[in-house]
Nanobody, 116 residues
Framework: QVQLVESGGGLVQPGGSLTLSCVVSGNIFRIYTMGWYRQAPGKQRELVAAITNGGNTNYADSVKGRFTISRNSAKSTVYLQMNSLKPEDTATYYC??????????WGQGTQVTVSS
């Protein structure tokens, strides 16, 4: 019954910023990690950023210093603040939730296009 609903994607010029959000609802119990993945045309899906239940974060090398992952206190929403966007960031971004029990959930994806 867990659902993830994403928003915030769109078209932005190089150097611009976007904030993605993912609203999580349902029977959420003992979260292991929340994160964002992306998949560009012709590429495999890759981890962009993740945050653990304890608040520890990690990022792909390609986005370090530019992207920030965060969540609200209730852990009902996870955000991805994206700054200094590059054309290489163009991809479909997916929200991901993992529970301690091993369950995994995905959002439907939101398109981010960085182009002049």
């Amino acid at each position: 019954q867990v659902q993830l609903v994403e928003s915030g994607g769109g078209l932005v010029q190089p150097g611009g910023s976007l904030t993605l959000s993912c609203v999580v609802s349902g029977n959420i119990f003992r979260i292991y990690t929340m994160g964002w993945y992306r998949q560009a045309p012709g590429k495999q899906r890759e981890l962009v950023a993740a945050i653990t239940n304890g608040g520890n974060t990690n990022y792909a090398d390609s986005v370090k210093g530019r992207f920030t992952i965060s969540r609200n206190s209730a852990k009902s929403t996870v955000y991805l603040q994206m700054n200094s966007l590059k054309p290489e960031d163009t991809a479909t971004y997916y929200c991901n939730l993992r529970l301690m029990a091993g369950n995994g959930y995905w959002g439907q994806g939101t398109q981010v296009t960085v182009s002049s």
